[in-house]
């Protein structure tokens, strides 16, 4: 999950999409707080931070596509 959107970032072209997840961003990256985060919550969020990382740092530009209730595409676009 992370080493392919850090491939992706060091090899793409300006204008080039990834979608870094698919689902509710904000609910599949949290547990309860009595729960401790499986791995791919951990990554999940590591992931996220990354990508708003690299948004701040104007390297990329992020855009959410709904596609239901609770189905929503990440996407990330190169600059």
Not at 42 to 67: G, P
């Amino acid at each position: 999950m992370i080493n392919n959107f850090h491939a992706w970032f060091k090899g793409a072209r300006k204008g080039t999409r990834y979608t870094y997840h698919r689902g509710d961003l904000a609910f599949d990256r949290y547990t309860p707080s009595r729960h401790e985060p499986t791995v791919k919550q951990r990554e999940l969020a590591f992931l996220a931070d990354m990508a708003y990382e690299l948004f701040y740092q104007r390297e990329i530009t992020l855009i959410q596509k709904k596609h239901a209730v609770n189905d929503y595409e990440y996407i990330a676009v190169k600059l």
